[in-house]
């Protein structure tokens, strides 16, 4: 048995060279190297998620991502309904709650089947073996949804023969715990991996408590050189109370049962690359207030990529897609032809009330990469998005990209971004409007990528300009209320994003990300400006992390009318560590060491200064 140990931060730094070809497969479902697409694709690796203390995921791409911004209302912990937090927002588009930006799980869209949103509190750090993020649409390979960005969580499996076994043990400020243990096994041709996790805190304000358990388990299997066979399956249950804004009462309690499984061929040769994959996605929600609700969702992937001529990628793929649930109890309001509230208002049970309702749509797709002189890779790609309800859409990519040295790479792209309505806008609750149709955009986009000092240093410089239409908005009424969703909006963002990776030293590492967006009409929750810095030291057997967030301009919707708040505010932070034993690993992190009083949802203020340690372990027995 052999127990070998380098510590987390001195695996991410054992060259003093940063990665020049980067493989990535959410922009084309089949590898390829990510200097050869247009798409500018973001990667979060394992090393990143284990240098912090968060358990939950989408705190830290919203740090490590540029363009990306996720909202936040505690310590920890999102929820759902009135008052919930996880919202997030790509490029100044995502919705509340967010449909428009695409959430995928091993390439499986995950979101609830009736309200189409995502679930911000199931996606955990632990069960990542790295995330790959589209900053734009991307709605010819992943149809409805992908309409402003996709954020693909690729999940950990076992590679080596033999075990390892994790365990990490943290408690902090308002009583907060987090408690995650995972192993993996291999052996020969067959893998195992395992993980569990239990976070609980009272939250710093009354009723803010949160607690959460969720459980992953995923094994593969490898037939020969050719194919593998993978399933999994996850279940998370929590718990989630919302505080309310301050000066007004609690809101409600919230419990939720969410769960997920699938099963996937994979082939790969030298000249053919796909998958045949099979999912379901299943949840119940239980409110204070009343509402309960069942959903799922379920679907089949199947694409295969084929090297046929030189230089040559082409990907055919079809898509399919169910989802629905039902919920009560579900209201509407009485109104005529032209969508106005019959006078005096009628509110009377929705005749969609615990009915199920359910949706479908299937579609067909082609990409195409040419790579010429061993410089230029020319790209393509064209889906047949099929709705039963809304008909049928052409949704056209078209991009390139240009390596004039081995350092350089500059990319163009043009895309359409697609999003059907979701069962929520379409028939629940009095703003529900049946007549709508889907929204649309188109996105331009410019990147540079630059390779700096015999590769230490990398520089990402990237501008964009999106174009939509027939945005889904809520539509104040002539007479009284309720509002009505109508397809009214209309917006052009433009902006730009700026990368830097830095590592001066073997033991050294810097980061900087910057985004600046233009919103003809700002919106809640999209900083104009947002800023974050890292830096991370390894010294014998000490890790040091100091980091910086800056957001600017940050528009808080205060719910009444078109009245908001700008805010700006700066968050410091910092961990140190110490490898006690060659397996054990002891921590101190601090947040908002500052001591800032900020809001990012309106009336929702953030924790002050706080503090979180925590024990890790590790023990590997690879042969």
Known sequence: MVLPYTS???????????????????????????????LTVSLVPRETLEQTTESA??????????GLFVTERGITGFGVAGGAAGQLNMRGLGGNPTTQVLILLDGHPQFMGLMGHHLPDAYVSSDAERVEVIRGPASFLYGSNAFGGVINIITRKQRQDGLEANARLQYGSFNTQKYM?????????????????HDRTDGHRDTSDFKITNGYVKAGYRFNARFNLFADFNLAGYETADPG?????????????????????????????????LYYNFGDHDISDGWHSVDQMMGA????????????????GLDYMYYGG??????????DEEGNVIMPP?????????????????????????????????NGGLRYEMNATYGNEWIPHVGLSLNPGTKTNLKASVSKGYRAPSIRELYLFPPANDNLVPERMVNYELGWTQYWIRGKMKTELTTFISDGQNLIVMVPPVAPPPPQYKNSGEFNNKGIEFLLNYQPLEQLRLHANYTFIHMEHPLPATPAHNLFL???????????????????????????????VEKNYQLLGARIAYQATRFMNVYLAGNNLLDQAYQINYGYPMPGINFMGGVSLKLTTYK
């Open 57 to 66: 995921l989408l705190p830290v791409l919203s740090e490590e991502i540029p």
């Open 8 to 38: 987390l931060l001195a695996q991410s730094l054992t060259t003093d060279t940063i990665e020049i070809r980067e493989v990535v497969v959410t922009g084309t479902k089949v590898e390829v190297a990510r200097q050869n697409i247009p």
């Open 534 to 564: 890292s830096a991370a030291y390894h010294l014998e057997k000490w890790q040091f992390r100091l980091k910086l967030q800056g957001i600017f301009d940050l528009y808080n919707d205060t719910g009444q009318g078109a009245e908001v």
């Open 245 to 277: 804004m301050v000066g007004g009462p609690p809101g409600d309690r919230i419990n939720i049962l969410r769960g997920k499984t699938s099963l996937s061929l994979e082939n790969k040769t030298e000249r053919l690359e796909g998958a045949v994959k």
């Open 301 to 316: 992937m199947v694409y295969q990529g084929m090297k046929l001529l030189p230089g040559n990628t082409l990907t055919l």
């Open 346 to 378: 009628t509110f009377e049970l929705s005749p969609v009330n615990d009915t199920w309702i359910d949706m479908n749509n299937t579609g067909l797709y082609a990409t195409v990469q040419q790579n010429l002189w061993q410089q230029l890779t020319l």
């Open 181 to 197: 243990g995972s192993v993996g096994y291999k052996k020969n041709k067959f893998n195992v991996f395992a993980s569990f996790n």
């Open 326 to 335: 039902k919920g009560s109890p579900i209201t509407t309001v009485l109104r």
